[in-house]
């Protein structure tokens, strides 16, 4: 079994594949290039590509018979792949749910109090030297205590940063989903996404990336929001339509965002990185060891499974 990594992996999670597999890890931690891509389908057996490594549909049409017949992915989004291509071509492909929950939602939760709070901007004015003193009308916030979140999208992680909202801050939540969920905690459904924004003081990204979801939070959403509201990134960069985003804040139809992720990732526009009213994190969402051992593990489960003809445990 023949098994390339993309990136380079935790100790842990590379002793095990080399135990396992007959494995080659890539020394760069830059998306795979097309070729890099086409070698990946025809020299393995499996790859664990992650976040950046675009298997679309042209690449899989320039192999006609791969080698490779599963792509575990290390994350538990997946839509750099082109799942309906893999398919075609007979490459199965997997992912990560679950290992990541928490970790996004904290990450959330960090973002939701450090936009809120100003917490950013208050860091940069005392690391400049700028700081004058405290005072009873310096950098006034939102006090995100017993005010209202928005989720965009109830799946595991929505779940997750809508319990930590309620039982931690008491705040009521409000959401926005395929579906209607049972929950452990109060929660009203809302009926459309502006009707969301216009409703709530701090609005939370939490939708799966895919073409449905592309620039879903656009202009009539930041028109919608309140001009004291926070909106919270930390699913998919390109759900955001960034352009109007920038536009909102700075007509201040919005007061501030916090971001993890971005529509042009690592690039970050100039126009958010000059607001001080934005915070902006690179790409932290599962940035622990535990938990990133947890996704590698999870990763070679799936083709352990696929190396003994199992079902996949996290097929996608």
């Not at 592309?214 to 001009?227: E, K, Q, S, Y």
């Not at 993890?260 to 932290?284: G, I, K, N, S, W």
């Amino acid at each position: 079994m023949r098994l390339l990594i993309s990136r380079p992996m935790p100790e842990a999670v590379v002793a095990r594949a080399k135990a396992e597999f007959d494995t080659e890890i890539r020394a760069m931690n830059t998306p795979l290039t097309p070729d890099e891509m086409l070698r990946a389908l025809r020299d393995f057996d499996a790859v664990v590509p992650t976040l950046g490594d675009q298997f679309s549909a042209d690449v899989f049409g320039q192999v006609d018979a791969p080698r490779c017949r599963l792509l575990a992915n290390f994350g538990v989004g997946f839509n750099h792949i082109d799942t309906a291509a893999a398919k075609a071509s007979g490459v199965k492909v997997s992912n990560t749910p679950g290992a990541v929950t928490d970790a996004t939602a904290d990450i959330g939760m960090t973002l939701i109090l450090m936009s809120a709070r100003r917490a950013g901007q208050g860091e940069r004015l005392v690391r400049a030297g700028k700081w004058a003193g405290w005072h009873p009308t310096q950098m006034l916030g939102l006090h995100v205590t017993g005010k209202t979140v928005g989720i965009v999208g109830m799946g595991r992680i929505g779940q997750a940063v809508a319990r930590r909202c309620h039982f931690g801050f008491g705040m009521q939540v409000r959401y926005f989903s395929r579906s209607r969920k049972r929950l452990e905690f109060p929660a009203i459904a809302m009926d459309s996404l502006t009707e969301l924004a216009g409703k709530v003081d701090v609005l939370v990204v939490c939708v799966p990336g895919s073409p449905l979801t592309h620039h879903l939070i656009g202009d009539a959403v930041f028109r919608a929001m309140r001009p004291t509201g926070h909106l919270i990134n930390i699913a998919r960069g390109d759900i955001v339509d960034e352009g109007a985003l920038i536009a909102a804040l700075e007509a201040g139809e919005i007061a501030g965002a916090g971001l993890d992720v971005y529509e042009f990732e690592p690039e970050v526009p100039l126009a958010l990185r000059q607001m001080e009213q934005v915070t902006l994190l690179p790409h932290l969402g599962t940035a622990a060891l535990d938990v990133r051992e947890s996704m590698g593990n999870m990763a070679l489960d799936n083709v352990a499974a696929f190396a003994k003809g199992k079902a996949l445990p996290n097929a996608v």
